[in-house]
RNA sequence: GGAGAGAUGCCUGAGAGGCCGAAAGGAUCAGUUUGCUAAACUGACGUACUGGAAACGGUACCGAGGGUUCGAAUCCCUCUCUCUCCGCCA
């Protein structure tokens, strides 16, 4: 959520950024602006009258105190009219704020100066390329396939157990899942961010302030009982930890990073593109969180980056580097990175991370702050990434290390899984 | 799920209708003293909105929302959460 302060301050500047992200009701900044200034003007109206109103009761007790019974009284008739404005004042200014409110979570976050105009993923602009593409045999299987033959995933028993989406892993592709996890996690805190498992249901207040809600209430599952949702990514309960939070300067960065399956909807995606792998229901993925100071934000976001780009050098994977486009980035991000490594059997690019600096939009309904050099508080800055979302990672590896011996584990795997080969 | 107790600032904890934005202690920060450490002393020390160049003001907030009252942390109602006991249970 935007600051309308900032709104009001850089009104141009705010108009021309979310015009990078393509977005649709620009009046609404100046409804807002409209709507902030009533607020304010109601609520020194009510403040004044609330100022009078409680002088008056002071007034009155110190009169009852002096045993001056009848004064009081007469001041007491008076506080009548005051009351009824303060209601009134009150409930004009509720309203106001409760618009305001609805207005201000509609604006989607500025993007970075850095970031590309467009409209789909097209006009992602490629940062970088890295290692080989794999050239495999005519024959080389997709992942699905590989799966079946080695007895590594079981879609269909998903099916049955559960529906579309919900793999069952097997044998060594279950290993493969756990060897991932942990390698991950321990690379992760090997940069220095503290593990923690977290819960994988939340509540409304944390998706809100991680800006799932409102609005994207569709693409999460819902248990409808205990008005829990089931988290999406990591980075809802792991941010949230902050929620209403005022850190000391000398705390930051926080770092964090914690693994857990993850849930979507994915409701109207459906198709060749989403077989296998490529699009689940529920998934395993190893998030980083760090919290950080305004002005260190972008140099953490690279290192962010780099990590995400050290774990595909080390699992040998080739990859890019994306810079999302206005119009192909997440509602609250101010500049994303995607990776994506290639996957040669199938012959295209599949998104296996998404690194993301939020500046204030988060933290500004999080309410998380630190206190800066002055001694006030200020907004902290939210970044998230994952490093990394498994089933692309194991479709790509299940699909570049194919040969007609296996499939080949990666090196630095191999201390987790046990097994060097898949045959 | 049943019964009871409770929710106050960074923490512990007082507060019982006006003198309470809130005692006291601890923690923290600054200073004084001190050979160092420790101790002692002095002072500062919640958040948000808002007026003001600033000094300094106004308003709101004692789990949340309503109500009673001229006046509510304090009384009443509803909700949420926590704790204890019982039941169930990995």
């Known amino acids: 959520m935007l600051q309308v302060s900032y709104i009001r301050d850089n009104r141009e500047q705010v108009l021309e950024r979310l015009a990078v992200k393509n977005f649709k009701q620009p009046g609404l900044v100046d ?33 009852m105190r002096a045993g001056k019974k009848e004064e009081a009284e007469e001041i007491k008739s008076k506080t009548g009219a005051l009351k009824e404005d303060v209601r009134l004042l009150g409930e004009a200014l509720s309203a106001i704020e409760s618009e305001l409110q609805q207005k201000l979570v509609l604006l989607p976050n500025l993007p970075h100066s ?118 999406p990514t990591a980075e809802v309960p792991i941010t949230n930890m902050y929620r209403d939070v005022i850190l000391k300067a000398d705390e930051l960065p926080v770092k964090n990073c914690g693994y857990t399956p993850c849930f979507r909807r994915e ?29 260190e934000s972008y140099k953490v976001l690279e290192q962010m980056s780099g990590h995400v780009q050290g774990l595909l050098q080390k699992l040998g994977l080739p990859y890019r580097v994306l810079r999302l486009c206005g119009g192909d980035m997440g509602f609250g991000s101010a500049l994303t990175y995607d990776m994506e490594t290639w996957s040669a059997a199938q012959q295209r690019w ?63 795997l191999v201390p987790y899984t046990k097994f060097e080969w898949i045959d």
């Open 31 to 63: 409804e807002i602006i409209r709507l902030d200034n009533d607020r304010k003007q109601t609520q020194s109206r009510m403040d004044n009258v609330s100022a009078e109103a409680n002088a008056a009761a002071k007034q009155i007790g110190d009169l």
């Open 114 to 231: 850095s970031v590309p105009k467009g409209l789909t993923p097209e006009d992602n602009e490629v940062v970088l390329e890295n290692g080989n593409k794999p050239n495999l045999p005519a024959n080389a299987l997709p992942h699905w396939e590989l799966a079946a033959k080695y007895n590594l995933i079981d879609f269909e028993l998903g099916v049955k157990i559960t529906g579309a989406g919900f793999p069952v892993y097997k044998g060594k592709g279950a290993k493969l899942q756990r060897a991932l996890i942990n390698y991950f996690i321990d690379e992760a805190e090997k940069a220095g961010y503290s593990e923690v498992i977290v819960p994988l249901l939340v509540n409304e207040a944390s998706g809100f302030g991680t800006s799932q809600l409102p609005d994207k209430e569709g693409q999460m599952y819902f248990v409808g009982i205990d008005n829990l949702y089931l988290i």
């Open 267 to 295: 409701a109207g995606s459906y198709g060749s593109h989403v077989r296998g792998l490529n699009r689940l229901h529920q998934f395993d993925k190893v998030e980083i969180v760090q919290v950080a100071h305004p002005d």
């Open 350 to 412: 599949l998104e296996v991370s998404s690194v993301s600096n939020f500046e204030t939009f988060q933290s500004n309904r999080l309410k998380l702050r630190f206190r800066n050099a002055e001694g006030k508080t200020q907004l902290a800055h939210t970044l998230n990434g994952s490093a990394l979302a498994l089933p692309r990672i194991v479709a790509t590896l299940l699909e570049n290390n194919q040969s007609e011996k296996g499939i080949k584990i990666p090196e630095v």
